[in-house]
């Protein structure tokens, strides 16, 4: 399972949460938003890899291999490739690598958080999945029928966020969210820190480009010009 398809199925999860009646819903916007922005991220850095690297250098392979006359060139063009595709995916970095291992990890660990607070719902929709066996099985329900039903799903919904409120409020799940809202924003900060320095200092200019996709709305920019004038006035101080 890719990181993509786990906060996909935050997704899902979200919506489950969304169908429920809570009184203190608003504590789960955070984590909705999170979510979005954890995945437009993912989103980004794979379409970066698939189409603005590997398939580009792939074609240049292609092209090259055609021209070759003999298995020497063939291995220095492969060569190239590989070695063209590693830096261009910021893998030969161990500086990016390392920001890129944090940020899979708080990714990683966020999916499996609401995944484990979700679970609390699936009760309500296991009831609502009785009710509807019961309507097959037994012919179309009564009106009676009907209403005893929705009398027990009311109660279950009921149940369900009382003790989700309950499981906010005892483990701290606001403050959770955020703790992963400000480890994510401060990782990705460094990551487009850092790929502003490298595309200008070591000339990766394609590295650029993903800079622009993961600030596409200008939303760090200003947090980005604020380290890039702490830098330099460290770099002043230095001297």
């Given at each position: 399972?890719?990181?993509?398809?786990?906060l996909?199925n935050?997704?899902?999860y979200?919506?489950?949460a969304?169908?429920?009646?809570l009184?203190?819903?608003?504590?789960?916007?955070?984590a909705?938003?999170?979510?979005q922005r954890?995945l437009?991220?993912?989103?980004?850095?794979?379409?970066?890899?698939?189409?603005?690297?590997?398939?580009?250098?792939?074609?240049?392979?292609?092209?090259?291999?055609?021209?070759?006359s003999?298995?020497?060139?063939?291995?220095?063009?492969?060569?190239?490739?590989?070695?063209?595709?590693?830096k261009d995916?910021?893998?030969?970095n161990?500086?990016?690598?390392?920001?890129?291992?944090k940020l899979?990890?708080?990714?990683?660990?966020?999916?499996n958080?609401?995944?484990?607070?979700?679970?609390?719902m699936?009760?309500?929709?296991?009831?609502g999945?009785?009710?509807?066996?019961?309507?097959?099985?037994?012919?179309?329900?009564?009106?009676t029928?009907?209403?005893e039903?929705?009398?027990?799903?009311k109660?279950t919904?009921?149940?369900?966020?009382?003790?989700?409120?309950?499981?906010?409020?005892?483990?701290?799940?606001?403050?959770?969210?955020?703790?992963?809202?400000?480890?994510?924003?401060?990782?990705?900060l460094?990551?487009?820190?850092?790929?502003s320095?490298?595309?200008?200092?070591?000339?990766e200019?394609?590295?650029?480009?993903i800079?622009?996709?993961?600030?596409?709305?200008?939303?760090?920019?200003?947090?980005?010009?604020?380290?890039?004038?702490?830098?330099?006035?460290?770099?002043?101080?230095?001297?």
């Amino acid at each position: 399972t890719t990181l993509s398809d786990l906060l996909c199925n935050v997704w899902i999860y979200n919506k489950a949460a969304k169908q429920v009646s809570l009184h203190a819903a608003k504590w789960f916007a955070g984590a909705f938003t999170l979510r979005q922005r954890m995945l437009n991220f993912v989103q980004n850095i794979q379409y970066y890899m698939m189409f603005e690297v590997m398939e580009p250098t792939w074609h240049a392979l292609d092209k090259n291999l055609k021209s070759a006359s003999n298995i020497d060139e063939v291995l220095r063009h492969h060569t190239s490739f590989l070695d063209n595709c590693l830096k261009d995916c910021m893998l030969t970095n161990p500086e990016l690598l390392k920001i890129f291992s944090k940020l899979m990890s708080v990714c990683v660990m966020f999916t499996n958080c609401m995944q484990r607070f979700t679970q609390s719902m699936e009760v309500e929709n296991e009831m609502g999945r009785l009710t509807l066996e019961h309507g097959t099985m037994r012919g179309p329900p009564t009106q009676t029928e009907l209403l005893e039903e929705s009398a027990k799903k009311k109660l279950t919904s009921k149940l369900v966020a009382e003790h989700i409120d309950a499981l906010h409020t005892t483990t701290g799940f606001e403050g959770t969210i955020n703790k992963f809202d400000s480890n994510f924003s401060t990782h990705l900060l460094d990551l487009l820190d850092k790929l502003s320095v490298y595309s200008t200092n070591d000339c990766e200019h394609s590295m650029i480009n993903i800079i622009y996709r993961l600030d596409f709305n200008g939303f760090y920019t200003e947090r980005l010009e604020r380290l890039s004038a702490e830098r330099r006035q460290r770099s002043k101080s230095t001297r």
